[in-house]
């Protein structure tokens, strides 16, 4: 009888960091498995039981959120040998418009620098600015250092993939000036007072603080969006698919494709441009 244990979790979350999971990863897996033993109690794990599973977080959540949880307990099939068990994902149908509730326009982002100014929060400022204008994830913010801004490259490494971020000019200098009013000499620009680099959770909280004096709803503030904002507005210079997802990191243009979508309105102007409607 197959049964989940903490030593199998606990070997599952070793095996994770020996393949050079990320943390967020590897917390996000193995929360899922013991999701699953918690709900399984005494009853083993079966193909019969993992499409309960499966009815039970379709009923309860998104289609990709259920996607993310079968694809962890999946991982964690194959690593007990356990892979003639797994379960199918959920299919998911490609949304062809962008929903413009949640995605942040440039308007927008202008003036939650600007309410970041207006607060003297230079910190922020020039983090979200960062951010914005190289298109780098939340958890690649460590790699801008000192030595990035002068050499006006970043080289990222994430998930056993490299490349290299262009830092412009302008930033290179505000990032300079920043690091040393604050007496950074070396090591990642953006810290907390005591001196650790900024995570997700901080930057999150005072994005947050922005909104009612930036009049932008917090649904849309949140530091990915700045992400997704850089990405539109690049494919809008250069309509490059294959060269955007190098940029962003991406191994599947599957996914920068999401970045790109366009919103109903802006369909409907090209549409209206189109004159078939007579």
Not at 136 to 150: D, F, G, M, N
Not at 174 to 198: D, V
Not at 220 to 235: D, E, I, T
Request: glycine content about 4%.
């Amino acid at each position: 009888m197959n049964h989940i244990t903490e030593a199998n979790i606990s070997d599952f979350e070793n095996i994770l960091y020996i393949n050079e999971k990320s943390k967020a990863t590897v917390r996000k897996y193995t929360l899922a498995v013991r999701r699953l033993a918690v709900y399984l109690g005494n009853e083993p794990l079966t193909k019969r039981s993992l499409l309960e599973y499966r009815a039970h977080l379709q009923s309860r959540y998104k289609v990709q959120t259920v996607n993310g949880i079968l694809s962890a307990i999946n991982a964690y099939l194959e690593f007990q040998n356990m892979a003639g068990i797994k379960v199918k994902l959920l299919k998911v149908q490609h949304n062809v418009f962008l929903d413009e509730r949640r995605e942040l326009s440039q308007k927008e982002y202008e003036r939650l620098l600007a309410a970041a100014r207006s607060k003297e929060n230079e910190r922020l400022y020039l983090l979200m600015m960062t951010l914005c204008g190289t298109g780098i994830r939340i958890s690649e913010l460590p790699q801008i250092t000192v030595e990035a801004a002068k050499a006006g490259r970043a080289e990222i490494c994430l998930k056993g993939k490299n490349r290299t971020v262009i830092l412009q000019k302008k930033l290179r200098k505000k990032l300079l000036q920043y690091a040393e009013k604050q007496r950074i000499g070396s090591g990642c620009i953006f810290r907390t007072k005591h001196g650790n680099p900024m995570d997700r959770s901080n930057i999150w909280r005072d994005m947050k603080k922005l909104c009612a004096d930036a009049c932008v709803s917090p649904d849309k503030v949140f530091p990915h969006n700045l992400r997704h904002l850089f990405a539109r507005s690049f494919y809008s210079v250069e309509k490059n698919l294959a060269h955007l997802a190098d940029v962003l990191g991406h191994s599947k243009i599957e996914t920068t494709r999401i970045y790109v979508a366009v919103s109903v309105s802006s369909h409907e102007r090209i549409l209206n441009q189109m004159k078939l409607i007579l």
